[in-house]
Structures are given as C-alpha cells and as structure tokens.
C-alpha cells in the first residue's frame, strides 16, 4: 500500500512535539511492514526509508504534492476541504466544544473517542528500542507535560514530590519557579537525547492531570525507560496504567502513600509498553482501518454525532484533592 502523511511541521522535530513524534515512529514502522510512505511536511524532515516531500509555501495546496499513485492520505487534523484522495484523520487533542469531525476520524484511546461521541480509536505507540532503562533508579520524580496548561497540575506534582522529600525534574516547559517552591529543577523544553536520559533513571513519572488526557505520549515513553506512572484516573490514563506499573488517584494523599510503599520492577514497566504500545501494533491497528476506508469509502459513523461531549469541556479542572485541603465537616 502507498501511504501519503500530511503533518505542517518538522519530523521528527528537534525538541518537544508529541503529535510530530507519533507521525514519525508510524511512519517508520509502515515502512517495517512493508507499505511505501511519502511524508509531506516541513523542509528538512527525515524518516528513514520514506519518501519526504518539502511543503513550506502555505499559499499553495500541499494537495497538489500528493504522488498520483497513492492509495490513502493520513492526515493529523480535520481537512477543510476533503482530499480527492481516500483518507483518515487522527485527532490526538481534545476537541472545542461545537466542533464536528469527519466520519474518517479515529481517536486515540477508547475514552477519547466516547467523550467525541466515537467508538474508533488506535493507541498511539513508540519504538521502544529507542528507550533505555537503569534497574537501580535516582531517587528523583519527572514531570513532563505543557507545564503552563493548569489541566496538567504542575503545582499537584511539586506538592507531592517534596510531600514525599525529593526532586522533582520538570521538562516540557522553562519556569523561573517562586523560591517556595524549592526541589524543582526545570529542565525546559529538552530533545529526545536528554530526555531518554532522565527518564531511564527516574524514580516514577508524576502525571495528575485534571482533564481527560486524549492519550498522554509521556506516559508510555516513561514505561519503556522502566519508570513507573503515578496519576489521575481521568481519560486514557486507566487504559495505560495498571497496578504493576503505577497507581492512579484524584487524591494527593492516596498518591504520596503509593510512592512511599510501591515496589515496582522496571520490567514490568518495559514488558508493558512492549506488548501494548509499540509503534508496530499502532502502525498494524491503522492498516485495518486504512484497509476499510479503501473497501467501504469510509468508517461506519455518522458525521453529526462526532463532537466533544457536553458534560466534558476541554477547559474544565476535573476533581482532585489536593494535600493541604481537608474534608469538611457534616
């Protein structure tokens, strides 16, 4: 099969970019199984064994770079006029509430596609070579997110870590933190070498999110480098995270107390993003649906019921019980 990936931005790109990493491991790992790929996007792209095609003029179509005998075009975002092409979108973020989806949309956990009113979905994954592991860790925590977005809760993990009296590392997002806030190194916007690098030694990845996380690239990325997850349970996380590689709560007490008594191997962590979340089995879940769409014309859902659900806005601070908050009394 001939593949055309559609994605506006540098791949893989030079320091954070979650949605650009998962285009470049699919596309990597189509070309494993044995599909010809063609990647259109910025100058300066690279996948190996793929075809890459420069778009850089917005003026023009990137349409018209399309090689004539593809089969399929993969796009990452909801096209405003549909490809002559047959085509898939993914959607890796939460949608805006009154936003509508194409009936070729796939999701990318089984919770994100319900809340969009979808039952298609494909996990994102990784190659898991690229991850190392250290059996002995660091006794230090890693956040990695969009620290700035409050429905990441920065400010939860850095009480949980010094609740638990010991650093946190912070990458995703440069902070010039307050003086209180003590025992956070902020590492910025770090590439995937040092990156890798303080994972495969982390004591555990902290991850209390107060939204319903579409996916959470972070989380499976900390798997493979055998450091365990400590988190909400909110959107995909319950479908990623099991008890013998981390432990889920919307209470930072319940959270301190699990990383105070857990033992949790490494190889359990590696063994499971191994066997469920490997850039492979993303690439083999996307052939079924590309296969479909070619046979069918499209995925068997209705177009007007493919929206954000009304009981989940994106912007909303789902419930979490922080440590210095206490039950009121009856």
């Given at each position: 099969m001939h593949i055309a990936i559609y994605h506006d931005a540098l791949i893989p790109p030079l320091k954070y970019g979650g949605t650009e990493r998962i285009v470049y491991w699919l596309a990597k790992a189509l070309v494993v199984l044995g599909n010809r790929v063609s990647l259109i996007s910025k100058p300066g792209s690279h996948v190996p064994g793929v075809e890459h095609i420069p778009y850089s003029n917005p003026k023009h179509s990137w349409e018209t770079l399309i090689p004539p005998d593809v089969d399929l075009v993969h796009l990452w975002g909801t096209p405003r006029t549909p490809p002559e092409k047959p085509f898939l979108v993914t959607i890796e973020g939460n949608g805006q509430l009154g936003?509508?989806?194409?009936?070729?949309?796939?999701?990318?956990?089984?919770?994100?596609?319900?809340?969009?009113?979808?039952?298609?979905?494909?996990?994102?994954?990784?190659?898991?070579?690229?991850?190392?592991?250290?059996?002995?860790?660091?006794?230090?925590?890693?956040?990695?997110?969009?620290?700035?977005?409050?429905?990441?809760?920065?400010?939860?993990?850095?009480?949980?870590?010094?609740?638990?009296?010991?650093?946190?590392?912070?990458?995703?997002?440069?902070?010039?933190?307050?003086?209180?806030?003590?025992?956070?190194?902020?590492?910025?916007?770090?590439?995937?070498?040092?990156?890798?690098?303080?994972?495969?030694?982390?004591?555990?990845l902290l991850f209390p999110v107060r939204w319903h996380e579409p996916f959470g690239i972070a989380i499976i990325e900390a798997l493979a480098a055998g450091c365990p997850v400590f988190g909400t349970p909110y959107g995909s996380?319950?479908?990623?995270?099991?008890?013998?590689?981390?432990?889920?709560?919307?209470?930072?007490?319940?959270?301190?107390?699990?990383?105070?008594?857990?033992?949790?191997?490494?190889?359990?962590?590696?063994r499971r993003a191994l066997e469920n979340f490997t850039h492979i089995q993303m690439a083999k879940n996307y052939l079924i649906y590309y296969q479909e769409i070619l046979e069918k014309g499209n995925l068997n859902q209705k177009t007007e019921h493919l929206g954000l659900r009304a009981s989940n806005p994106p912007d909303t601070l789902l419930p979490w019980i922080d440590l210095d908050e206490r039950p009121r009394k009856s």
């Open positions: 936003e509508k989806f194409h009936s070729n949309t796939i999701f990318v956990s089984k919770k994100h596609a319900e809340n969009h009113g979808s039952h298609y979905f494909v996990h994102n994954g990784i190659d898991v070579s690229e991850f190392e592991s250290e059996p002995i860790r660091d006794d230090y925590f890693v956040f990695l997110a969009k620290a700035n977005w409050k429905v990441k809760n920065l400010e939860g993990a850095i009480k949980i870590a010094r609740k638990c009296g010991v650093e946190l590392k912070v990458m995703g997002t440069r902070f010039s933190f307050p003086i209180q806030w003590r025992g956070v190194q902020s590492l910025g916007m770090v590439g995937d070498l040092e990156k890798r690098k303080v994972l495969k030694k982390a004591k555990a996380l319950p479908e990623i995270i099991t008890p013998e590689v981390g432990y889920l709560s919307n209470r930072a007490d319940e959270i301190v107390q699990a990383l105070t008594t857990a033992k949790i191997s490494s190889r359990f962590c590696q």
